[in-house]
């Protein structure tokens, strides 16, 4: 008896423990659904790496548009680079080698908080299109130019003075270059859309920079600007609200192209209309009858129509109303002699 009893207590003892061990699973299965830290940051993209673009900001990004879908526009950048090429050459009297490092789209509230100080920026405004652009120049090219400009000599880096602002002399210097710029700028655009880029303001703070939105896109080209051991870079960003007026010419694959049009095509086509053939129908009269009395018309019934020699005949080309008239005769055949156009009220 006593060991049936410590059996049954047994019994009863897994028999309790059984719903306490599922009760263990169900909360170990809603721990394993709960994000991590890392899965967190990997999710909103907080990692070390803030260039590479995944997760929440990715799919914010995607309605970006790409500079890859304007073609046009590299070879808008690409004719700038070689008219800068010789304007800052005449202009600084050295051998200036200008390149262009990259094309990007990025946000402009990212590009002033990624702009480093100090540097100048010179915001200039699109008089055809009615919107603004920004120029930025770094300080190590601000101080090369200065130096070369006030005589200093071939072969030395230019000397770099931190912790103090720009002088007016260094202003006025860099707004002369700025003005060759942006006339190298216009003459760029010139072959796809005449613009004029006139110099509204020169800035040292990025927050007195703001020409659009933060979250507006915009397309960011950087120039490298070198003078034999010394240089710069010069960075231009344009607003796609900028480019809208000539964003169907930045579409074109190549200059003049014409979107779902064949010169060759449509000169083809039009010599074969001049000599395709057409049928013209002669009313001499419309009368206006009911289906019944048709139903009723027989052989040899007539039908009296409203019209005398000298009434006008109506040229007709399908349901088109094309001339009028006058009846008559040439040799053995009926003839109209057409008098003038009818005139059609357009749709």
């Not at 673009?53 to 970006?64: E, I, K, S, W, Y």
């Not at 008559?328 to 005139?343: C, L, S, T, Y």
Request: with cysteine; proline share 3%.
């Amino acid at each position: 008896m006593a060991q049936d009893q410590e059996s049954n207590s047994n019994d009863s003892e897994q028999m309790t423990d059984a719903p306490d061990s599922g009760e263990t699973n169900v909360d170990d299965r809603n721990v394993s659904q709960i994000l991590n830290q890392d899965e967190i940051d990997s999710l909103l993209n907080n990692g070390e790496s803030a260039d590479e673009q995944a997760g929440v900001r990715a799919l914010l990004n995607t309605t970006t548009v790409s500079y890859e879908r304007l073609p046009m526009l590299e070879i808008v950048f690409d004719r700038l680079v070689r008219l800068m090429s010789t304007t800052l050459r005449n202009f600084t009297q050295f051998n200036i080698e200008i390149t262009l490092e990259g094309i990007d789209t990025m946000r402009f509230g990212d590009y002033l908080d990624s702009v480093a100080q100090p540097s100048m920026m010179a915001v200039f405004k699109a008089e055809e299109w009615d919107n603004f652009g920004l120029i930025t120049i770094d300080s190590s090219l601000i101080y090369t130019i200065v130096d070369v400009l006030l005589g200093g000599r071939r072969g030395t880096a230019a000397m770099r003075l931190d912790g103090r602002p720009y002088t007016v002399i260094e202003r006025n210097l860099i707004v002369k270059m700025i003005h060759l710029v942006l006339s190298d700028l216009s003459a760029a655009f010139d072959p796809l859309s005449p613009v004029t880029f006139r110099f509204d303001r020169l800035e040292t703070n990025p927050k007195f920079a703001m020409i659009s939105r933060p979250s507006n896109a915009a397309v960011l080209a950087k120039f490298r600007i070198d003078m034999e051991d010394r240089g710069g870079r010069i960075e231009l960003l344009l607003p796609y609200a900028m480019l809208e007026p000539v964003r169907e010419l930045l579409l074109q694959g190549f200059m003049g192209e014409k979107f779902g049009r064949d010169s060759i095509w449509e000169n083809h086509l039009a010599e074969a209309l001049w000599v395709s053939e057409i049928n013209l129908l002669a009313v001499l009269d419309r009368h206006m009858t009911s289906l019944k009395q048709v139903l009723q018309w027989k052989v040899g019934t007539k039908l009296l129509l409203n019209a005398h020699p000298d009434s006008d005949v109506e040229m007709v080309c399908g349901d088109i109303p094309m001339f009028y008239g006058h009846m008559g005769r040439k040799g053995d055949h009926i003839a109209v002699q057409i008098e003038d156009k009818i005139k059609r009220q357009k749709d």
